[in-house]
Structure formats: C-alpha cells, structure tokens
C-alpha cells in the first residue's frame, strides 16, 4: 500500500482563503516532500522538510511534521487562483529501500 | 538545462504490441524512477534505479521491464501491453548523497499511453 495519505481528497475555497491539506504515512521516514501538479502536467517540487525538522516555511507555503503521529501538513495562505491544482506528498523511508512514495493527493480548486 | 526528458509525449499500442518508453535526465542525479498515475490513483512507483547498474521493483511492476542504460538514462519498456496499461507515465530522477541526504525530484512531462 501506498506510504502516504492525503486528506482531503478534494478542497474548494475562496480566493483569498487559506487551504490546509494534510498526510499521514506509516512507516519511519527520512524526509517528507510536498509537490504540486497542474493540470496534465508533470509535479514540481514545493518544499521538502526532514525527519528532525518540525516546521518549514516557503513563500506562503507552511509545511508541518509530527513524526509521533506520523503526519504532515501544507498551509497555503492567502491562496490564489494560480494554486487551482493537485497537491501530493510524498515521502522517503528511513531504512531499507530508497524509493520515493507518493500518496493520491489533495485536489484543490480557488475559486475567483 | 533540459532537465528530466521523457519521450514520445503521447503514444498508442494495440494489445500484445510492445514499446519501449525513453526517459534522461542531465542533472547528474544518481536515482531515477517511474511511475504511473490513474485518475484517483496518485503516482503509483512501477520501478526504480538508486544509482547506475541497479534496478529495484516498486509498488507495481508486473508487465513491464527496467534498463538503467547509464547514469543518465532509465527506460520503461512494456512487453506485451495490455488495455490496464493505459495510464501518464512519469520519470523522474533525484540524488542521494553519501549520508543518505536526499535531493527533491525532477519530472518530466509524462508519456500518455492508450492500449487498444
């Protein structure tokens, strides 16, 4: 099964608005990644944040890690129009197997 | 610089036909992956090469095979495409350093593939 999971799987809000997304994993991780998706095309990279850190900041972007409960959050503030797209997390295992694991992501509509 | 460069964009296979998806990137990464994603399903890993000469199965790797070619180049090829392979391919390619310290990934574009 898939390492990590977002919640919700689909958010709509106001332009303007803050847009709180969450993911939860299961086993010991490295490090946490949020990337961001538009429409058909392939993710970027938003932020990363590792297993030592607790809080991130980029831009308007606020990611936080709990490693006790094994979840993460991305807070966009003041969102705008241009954020419309699906938002993944993803996350690398602290042992074993080095692969990256994404979760089914937050889709998440501004609208005007 | 290109970055992660998959080719073709888009492609159509008969059931049985085989193909072989070409992915490269010029960062230097020493890891590069692929991936699937399905409407409602997120990325789901198919294989991935931590550094030149291994490949490793992910998530779900039946029906397709890996060859990392060199460090720059990873493909995908499908032996005998079956209609629950039409899916977005990804490639993408990240670094793991020496203390296990960890890049963020690159992705190309994605191959759209329809099997018939």
């Known amino acids: 099964s898939q390492q990590g999971e977002e919640d919700p799987q689909a958010l709509s809000i106001q332009e303007g608005e803050n847009a709180t997304m969450n993911c939860s994993y299961k086993?010991?991780?490295?490090?946490l990644q949020w990337y961001r998706q538009n429409s058909g095309r392939g993710l970027v990279h938003l932020i990363l944040i590792r297993s030592n850190e607790r809080e991130k900041h980029s831009g308007r972007l606020r990611v936080t890690l709990d490693t006790s409960k094994k979840s993460s959050s991305l807070l966009i503030t003041a969102s705008r129009a241009a954020d419309t797209a699906s938002y993944f997390c993803?996350?690398?295992?602290?042992?074993?197997?080095?692969?990256?694991?994404f979760g089914q992501g937050t889709r998440l509509t501004i609208n005007p | 610089n290109a970055g992660v460069t998959q080719t073709p964009k888009f492609q159509v296979l008969k059931t049985g036909q085989s193909m072989t998806l070409q992915c490269a990137q010029d960062m230097n990464h020493n890891s590069m992956y692929w991936y699937r994603q399905d409407p409602g399903m997120g990325l789901r890993l198919i294989y991935y090469?931590?550094?030149?000469?291994?490949?490793d199965k992910g998530e779900v790797p039946n029906g397709y095979n890996v060859s990392r070619l060199n460090k720059r180049e990873f493909s995908l090829r499908l032996e005998s495409a079956a209609p629950s392979q039409t899916s977005v391919y990804f490639c993408a390619s990240s670094n793991l350093g020496a203390t296990a310290r960890y890049t963020e990934a690159f992705f190309g574009q994605g191959t759209r593939l329809t099997v018939v």
């Open positions: 090469s931590a550094s030149e000469g291994t490949t």
């Open positions: 086993t010991s991780i490295n490090n």
């Open positions: 993803a996350t690398l295992r602290l042992q074993g197997a080095q692969k990256l694991v």
